[in-house]
Nanobody, 124 residues
Framework: QVQLVESGGGLVQVGGSLRLSCAAS????????MGWFRQAPGKEREFVAA????????YYADSVKGRSTISRDNAKNTAYLQMNSLKPEDTAVYYC?????????????????WGQGTQVTVSS
């Protein structure tokens, strides 16, 4: 089992920045690729970004590419999502997830463990 706890969400103005954190406990954090997903009201949960076990490879949705950076610190068992130039359409609950496969996926069903989510609200 892997337990994931997100933090860092909140209310921010358009153009602002936030850094989300995902603290992991349980099994070896470095054995998992990590992903960030988001779900806006009335919409399906969608892929945002993912990072490989070592942090060497990163993947982004087109909607956040160039504005967001995913990273991880395996010594701290924590993954991060830095989001800049935030837009109202970034408003959602953000979830981190752990994927036991070699290359982290972009689909919800490819992930083994999920956090409870953290709310991000971007006001105009």
């Amino acid at each position: 089992q892997v337990q994931l706890v997100e933090s860092g969400g909140g209310l921010v103005q358009v153009g602002g920045s936030l850094r989300l954190s995902c603290a992991a406990s349980g099994r070896t954090f470095s054995a998992y690729g990590m992903g960030w997903f988001r779900q806006a009201p009335g919409k399906e949960r969608e892929f945002v970004a993912a990072i490989s076990r070592t942090g060497y490879n990163t993947y982004y949705a087109d909607s956040v590419k160039g504005r967001s950076t995913i990273s991880r610190d395996n010594a701290k068992n924590t993954a991060y999502l830095q989001m800049n130039s935030l837009k109202p359409e970034d408003t959602a609950v953000y979830y981190c997830a752990a994927d036991s496969r070699v290359r982290p996926g972009r689909r919800n069903d490819e992930y083994d463990y999920w956090g409870q989510g953290t709310q991000v609200t971007v006001s105009s």
